[in-house]
C-alpha cells in the first residue's frame, strides 16, 4: 500500500451508475490518498460473459490493463467487484505461470506494452480494511451507532479464493468490519452469501434473478435492517432496481441500497446526500432522517458521556463476567452502555438498577482503556437524582448528610465507652457550602 494509486472505476460505474464513482473519489480524497486517471483503461473486461465467449481476449485485454498500470509503476484500485476479480485473477494467474504470461506478451508486444504481475490490485473495500480500524475511526465526524446494516459481500469480491486470497470466501468479516468502524451494526440475514443474481438477465432468465432478490430481502426485512450496503455495481443495481419490479408484485420493501463509499462518506460528513437523493432509484430518504436522529442523539450523549468510550466499552462487554453485582443479579452492565448509546438516558436514570453498582473498581482494574464504568454510574445516579429518582436508602443517606455532614449520626455515648473524645465535630462551614452549591445547581 506504499505505491501510489491509479482507479479503476470499471465502465459500470463509471458509464452507468457514475454517481457511485464520485462518492469513491470523494472518501479516497477525505483520507488524503492520491490516485490518477488513466484514460486508455478499457473495461476489465466483465468476468462472467466476455471470458465465457473468447477466454483469450478476456486475459489479453486483463493483462493490458494491468500492463498500462505497470507502466506508471501503480497500483490498482477499484470499487467493482468483477474489476477486482477479473484483473486479480488474471494477474494470480500471470504470476505463476510462467508459460501463459509469455504467451500474453506475445500479444501485448505489439501494442508495445508488457506485464510482469508488478503492480498489484485492491478493492475499495479491501483497501480501506488494510489502512485500519483507528485511521478510519479517527476521521468519523457522525458516528452511526445504531444503524443496523445488511452488508452484501458479492461473488467477485471473494471468490476464486485460490486467486484472490483475501478472506474466507463463504464466511468473509472485512466488510463487516469495516461497516462497524463506522459505528453501525453489520447484521447477519439468511442467504447472506448467496449471489445477487446479477447475469441471469443475460442468461435469458430475468424472472430467477428477481427471486433471488426477493428472497434475500425478506431475510434483510426479517432482521430490521436500515440500509444494504454493497462494494459492486451490478449488486447495486440488482438491489436497487428490482426492488421497483417487486413492488409491481405487491412486494414492498423500500430498504434504501449504499455503496460503501457512500456509507463512508455520510459518516464523514462529506456533503453528498443531495446526489444520492436524486440518483437512487429505491428512496434513501429514510436513511438520512435515521442518520440525522442518530447525530442529534449523539450530541445528547455528548454533553454527559465520552461517546468513543461508550463505543469502545459496548464492543468488549468483559464487565458483564467480571462484575461482582451481575455474577449474582440481572444487573447488566453492558445493556446499560448499549442503552445510552442508543440515547436512552431519561429510560436508565429512572431505572433503580443504575443504583446497584457497587463502585469496587473491579471493572477499572480490569479494562482495556484503563476507565471502568464507576463513572458512568456516577454521572448518570448523578443526573438521577436531579430529576428526583433514586433509591430511598441512598436518599435518606444523602439528606442525613446534607443536614448534617456526616452519613452516621454521632454519639457521644459510643465514643465515651471506649475513651475517646465525645467534642461533635463543627461542620457549619461544609454545611453552608453545600446549601450554596445547591442554590448555585
Not at 221 to 230: C, G, L, M, N, T
Amino acid at each position: 500500500m506504499e505505491r501510489s494509486l491509479v482507479i479503476f472505476p470499471g465502465c459500470m460505474v463509471s458509464y452507468r451508475i457514475p454517481f457511485i464513482e464520485v462518492s469513491v473519489r470523494k472518501a479516497l480524497e477525505a483520507f488524503g490518498i492520491e490516485f490518477s486517471d488513466n484514460p486508455k483503461f478499457s473495461c476489465c473486461p466483465e468476468p462472467n460473459g466476455i471470458k465465457n465467449f473468447n477466454s483469450d481476449i478476456y486475459s489479453i485485454t486483463a493483462s493490458r490493463n494491468l500492463a498500462l498500470a505497470e507502466q506508471e509503476k501503480k497500483d490498482i484500485i477499484t470499487p467493482c467487484n468483477g474489476c477486482f476479480e477479473t484483473l486479480k485473477s488474471v494477474r494470480s494467474e500471470l504470476k505463476v505461470d510462467n508459460h501463459f504470461r509469455k504467451k500474453i506478451n506475445q500479444h501485448l508486444n505489439k501494442i508495445n506494452l508488457n506485464v510482469e504481475t508488478i503492480s498489484d490490485v485492491f478493492h475499495l473495500v479491501e483497501y480501506f480494511h488494510k489502512m485500519g480500524s483507528d485511521v478510519i475511526k479517527d476521521k468519523i465526524k457522525y458516528p452511526l451507532n445504531s444503524l443496523r446494516v445488511a452488508v452484501h459481500y458479492g461473488c467477485h469480491f471473494l471468490r476464486p479464493s485460490n486467486k484472490i486470497q483475501m478472506d474466507d470466501p463463504m464466511n468473509p468479516h472485512i466488510f463487516d468490519e469495516l461497516i462497524e468502524d463506522l459505528g453501525a451494526k453489520s447484521v447477519d440475514y439468511g442467504q447472506k452469501m448467496d449471489c445477487c443474481g446479477g447475469s441471469l438477465a443475460r442468461a435469458g432468465k430475468s424472472e430467477s434473478g428477481l427471486e433471488i432478490i426477493h428472497s434475500k430481502l425478506e431475510n434483510m426485512k426479517e432482521k430490521r435492517v436500515d440500509a444494504i450496503v454493497v462494494g459492486c455495481p451490478q449488486c447495486f443495481l440488482q438491489f436497487d432496481l428490482l426492488q421497483q419490479d417487486l413492488k409491481k408484485l405487491d412486494y414492498v420493501y423500500d430498504i434504501p441500497v449504499l455503496y460503501y463509499s457512500e456509507l463512508l462518506c455520510i459518516a464523514l460528513g462529506i456533503e453528498i446526500k443531495d446526489i444520492i437523493k436524486k440518483y437512487h432509484r429505491t428512496r434513501v430518504d429514510k436513511i438520512f432522517q435515521k442518520v440525522d436522529e442518530i447525530h442529534r442523539r449523539n450530541e445528547k450523549i455528548r454533553k454527559h458521556f465520552n461517546l468513543e468510550f461508550l463505543k469502545k466499552c459496548y464492543s468488549c462487554g468483559a464487565c458483564n463476567t467480571d462484575c461482582p453485582v451481575a455474577k449474582i443479579s440481572d444487573f447488566n452492565p453492558q445493556d446499560t452502555i448499549g442503552k445510552l448509546l442508543e440515547g436512552k438516558i431519561e429510560k436508565l436514570i429512572s431505572d433503580p438498577k443504575i443504583w446497584m453498582c457497587l463502585d469496587c473498581f473491579v471493572c477499572l482494574e480490569l479494562c482495556p482503556h484503563a476507565t471502568g464504568l464507576v463513572d458512568v454510574y456516577t454521572k448518570l445516579r448523578n443526573l438521577a437524582k436531579k430529576e428526583g429518582f433514586s433509591t430511598s436508602g441512598f436518599k435518606v443517606e444523602f439528606e442525613k448528610f446534607r443536614n448534617t455532614g456526616t452519613v452516621s449520626m454521632f454519639s457521644k455515648s459510643a465514643r465515651s465507652r471506649v475513651g475517646l473524645d465525645t467534642q461533635k465535630p463543627e461542620l457549619s462551614d461544609l454545611k453552608k457550602l453545600i446549601g450554596e452549591l445547591e442554590e448555585e445547581g
